[in-house]
């Protein structure tokens, strides 16, 4: 039997995905993209939060080109569909993204970044598209770059093909967080766990909001009707909103607020 590349870990408050094919800088291959799907499937209404990680010196080197090679002469046209799937799999996926990116993030790597809803960056990892270097667009690491960053910045990384440190995905909004290295893991731990403390069903809606309202919302009324639409969503699912104002009511604190609002 074949050893799994997609390691999954329970930590109680959180699910760690970790990329393991060191040898290959992540690459995902076939293999690695089914077992994301099945991940991905098997933790739906699981935990609230999902760390996704790389083994060794890259987070993940885009998708295995050498298979891709392998796949054309083999007549197998399915492969950037698959990967299309996983991502938007993330998307869909009612828990918290959050990238943990240890090392180099390359075309499907940026993907895998931007499809995350959260993103910390150790700062020796480096982010870019090669892809101009094939004659190519980069077909999903592009748009979701682009979706992400301004004209400028995104024209950058498409067109010169060129690296973007951790620092600087940090101050273009690319990751939320750059941190040593050293602490990369301990950071998303906390971030992951600081995430889980709050409503499952609310943390789905506000995360379904982010995608919403910039691709469909176009003017300020029909921003504030969606804004109480998705709270009446909430409402109709579960009854955490009034539980919250119930605590503070009786002079409890909910996650979030008091002085340190940790
Ligand atoms: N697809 C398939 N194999 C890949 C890969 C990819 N995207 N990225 C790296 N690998 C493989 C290499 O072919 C090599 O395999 P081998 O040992 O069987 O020859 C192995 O991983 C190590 O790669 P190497 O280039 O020697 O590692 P490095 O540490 O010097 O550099 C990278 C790491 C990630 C900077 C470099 O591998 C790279 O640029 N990869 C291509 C990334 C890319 O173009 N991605 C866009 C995909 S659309």
Request: with cysteine.
């Amino acid at each position: 039997m074949t050893a799994p590349v997609i390691v999954v870990e329970d930590r109680q408050d959180y699910a760690l995905l970790t990329i393991n094919r060191p040898e290959k800088r992540n690459a995902m291959n076939r293999q690695a993209r089914t077992e994301m799907m099945q991940a991905l499937t098997a933790l739906q209404g699981g935990p609230k939060a999902i760390v996704i990680t790389g083994t060794g010196a890259s987070y993940c080197a885009g998708m295995d080109l050498k298979e891709s090679v392998t796949d054309r002469e083999q007549g197998i046209t399915t492969a950037n569909q698959e990967w299309r799937d996983v991502n938007v799999a993330m998307r869909r996926h009612p828990a918290i993204m959050i990238a943990a990116v240890n090392g180099y993030a390359l075309g499907g790597g940026v993907t895998l970044i931007n499809v995350c809803d959260l993103a910390i960056a150790a700062d020796t990892a480096e982010l870019g598209m090669p892809e101009i270097g094939f004659a190519t667009y980069p077909g999903l690491a592009g748009p979701s770059t682009q979706l992400c960053l301004g004209r400028k910045r995104a024209g950058w990384m498409i067109l010169t093909g060129k690296r973007i440190d951790a620092r600087t995905a940090e101050a273009w909004g690319l990751v939320n967080q750059c941190v040593p290295a050293a602490e990369l893991m301990a950071a998303a731990d906390t971030l992951a766990r600081h995430v889980a403390q709050f409503d499952a069903t609310a943390l789905a809606a506000c995360k379904g909001a982010l995608d919403t309202v910039p691709a469909v919302v176009t003017d300020w009324r029909q921003a504030f009707d969606f804004g109480e639409s998705t709270n009446a969503l909430i409402r109709d699912t579960t009854d955490a909103q009034r539980g919250g104002m119930e605590r503070f009511h009786a002079g409890q604190r909910n996650p979030g607020q008091g002085r340190t609002g940790s």
